[in-house]
Antibody, heavy 116, light 108 residues
Framework: VQLVQSGAEVKKPGASVTVSCKVS????????FHWVRQAPGQRLEWLGWINADNGNTKYSQKFQGRVTITRDTSTSTAYMELSSLRSEDTAVYYC??????????WGPGTTVTVSS | EIVLTQSPGTLSLSAGERATLSCRAS???????LAWYQQKPGQAPRLLIYGASTRATGIPDRFSGSGSGTDFTLTISRLGPEDFAVYYCQQYRNSPLTFGGGTKVEIK
């Protein structure tokens, strides 16, 4: 059971970033996948989730309008796009599988740096 | 939004000692929706406990969770050298999913 995330990104303010999360070792469409971020020295912060089976999504109100989570069932990959980036979006972004209302498998994280 | 407050912020203990970590919610959380994670520097969080008291796969029995309503506790009965880390509680009773601010367990 493994979640493999895309590599580190450096973006300018106002740009968008897309982070991918490729799933292997189990049936992708059987689960819901969440995206969580952690800014330096800060607590974990939830962005939203996607049901890999039907594509339904739910987003944190804080990021509504800026975050889009999608999936590609043919490649067992989930994606998180965050737009209108600002310096406060500098963080490590994680994807994680939900099981029994907890996040039981996590990706290694993708560092996104927003800097002019 | 349910706010989770963890205490203490830092716990300084020696290997072999007992650690007791607290997580208090701003409103009642169904026990089914309370989890605990361990995070070491440079690593992703690791699920320890879900449903307030059920150990995740492969988690040693020195880790135990308890509590209900608004007050939850993670206990590490005898600290091993690998247990020095930051611990977070998390709820999903209500959206948004939220995490506590973490308790750092450090070597005394």
């Amino acid at each position: 059971v493994q979640l493999v995330q895309s590599g580190a990104e450096v973006k300018k303010p106002g740009a968008s970033v897309t982070v991918s999360c490729k799933v292997s070792g189990y049936t992708f469409t059987s689960y819901v996948f969440h995206w969580v971020r952690q800014a330096p020295g800060q607590r974990l912060e939830w962005l939203g989730w996607i049901n890999a089976d039907n594509g339904n999504t739910k987003y944190s109100q804080k990021f509504q309008g800026r975050v889009t989570i999608t999936r590609d069932t043919s490649t067992s990959t989930a994606y998180m796009e965050l737009s209108s980036l600002r310096s406060e979006d500098t963080a490590v972004y994680y994807c994680a599988r939900m099981y029994t209302d907890a996040l039981d498998v996590w990706g290694p994280g993708t560092t996104v740096t927003v800097s002019s | 939004e349910i706010v989770l407050t963890q205490s203490p912020g830092t716990l300084s203990l020696s290997a072999g000692e007992r650690a007791t970590l607290s997580c208090r919610a701003s409103q009642s959380v169904n026990s089914n929706y309370l989890a605990w994670y361990q995070q070491k520097p440079g690593q992703a969080p690791r699920l320890l406990i879900y449903g307030a008291s059920t150990r995740a796969t492969g988690i040693p029995d020195r880790f135990s969770g308890s509590g209900s309503g608004t007050d939850f506790t993670l206990t590490i009965s005898r600290l091993g050298p690998e247990d020095f880390a930051v611990y977070y509680c998390q709820q999903y009773r209500n959206s948004p999913l939220t995490f506590g601010g973490g308790t750092k367990v450090e070597i005394k």
